[in-house]
């Protein structure tokens, strides 16, 4: 009898300790996912600004920066290869309907947005969970302003 309740208890102990591992794994590969999204986010920000600063070199310095703001899929239309998760044309208000993980481009506004693929992700004083950045133009070439103070796992996102 004493054997049978001591393999048990080994047992529970065994079942205990892989309990705690796979979550700790979960835990790990959860941090690990939202990193690659933070850099996929800098990364698509970057591109996009790039693309702008190049279209303005490649138009010279003639002014007339506003045609990106005209072009359907805003600075998105610049990129050679579009990000598999642009969702289009949407507007500011619309952001409720998309799919978590999409960017969109709001021609009202001039602005791009993300909408993040976790929702406890909260920020600034936008009530929806997307991320902002306005498109500016003036004299000097075009740029991605964020509209907010964005900070995703701790980095913020400019």
Known sequence: RWTSDRALIEWGLVGVVLAV???????????????????SVKTTVAALRTALALHHVGRGSTGGQADVASIEQGP?????????????????????VLVQGAWVFDPDCACVGYTPLRTPWRFGSDPDATLWFQLIAGAA??????????????????
């Open 141 to 158: 070439a075009p740029r991605l302003q964020p509209m907010g103070r964005y900070v995703m796992r701790g980095q913020p996102i400019e």
């Open 21 to 39: 591992l796979a979550l700790t794994f979960l835990y790990h590969l959860q941090a690990v996912s939202d990193q690659v999204e933070v850099a």
């Open 76 to 96: 998105f239309g610049l990129l050679h290869q579009r990000p598999v998760n642009f969702a289009g044309a949407v507007r500011h208000g619309r952001t409720a």
